[in-house]
């Protein structure tokens, strides 16, 4: 089984839902965790709600740091942070495949519920894209 490991900066959103899409989709084949250079100690609850309202379970989240994770092997390291939003991405050491995505905070997302559940949903059907069209090729060919 591949194992991946999703960072970002504050593991409350898109890592969190990341995690629980290639956990879903590489039911079988990959299992991926997920953790934060700098953890918000907490799960954002609109990634819940959104991962919910999409059909993807995810069980027991927690917003962790990546030390918890220190020497564990993984096939791939995935980042989510948006470096364009002058967000400081983490940078994993090891030295395995690294795949790295410029993925917009919902946790930054104003407005109304509905504008702010548009966001987390854009981020999930960004994220969920991704995952299955250029992640899962890319493992299931190493």
């Keep these: 089984m591949k194992r991946v490991l999703v960072l970002c900066t504050g593991n409350s959103c898109r890592s969190i839902m990341a995690e629980a899409i290639i956990n879903k989709v590489g039911a079988g084949s990959v299992c991926a965790v997920s953790a934060g250079s700098q953890p918000a100690g907490y799960v954002h609850p609109k990634s819940l709600a959104t991962l919910k309202r999409h059909g993807i379970p995810c069980v027991s989240p927690q917003s962790k740091s990546w030390d918890f994770f220190d020497g564990e092997n993984f096939d791939c390291v995935l980042t989510v942070c948006d470096r364009a939003g002058n967000e400081t991405c983490p940078v994993y050491l090891a030295d395995i495949r690294r795949v790295h995505w410029s993925i917009p905070d919902p946790a930054a997302a104003e407005g109304d519920e509905v504008s702010v559940d548009k966001v987390f949903d854009d981020v999930f059907l960004l994220l969920q ?14």
């Excluded at 299955?132 to 190493?142: A, G, S, V, W």
């Design 129 to 142: 894209a991704r995952i299955t069209d250029e992640l899962m090729p890319l493992l299931e060919n190493d």
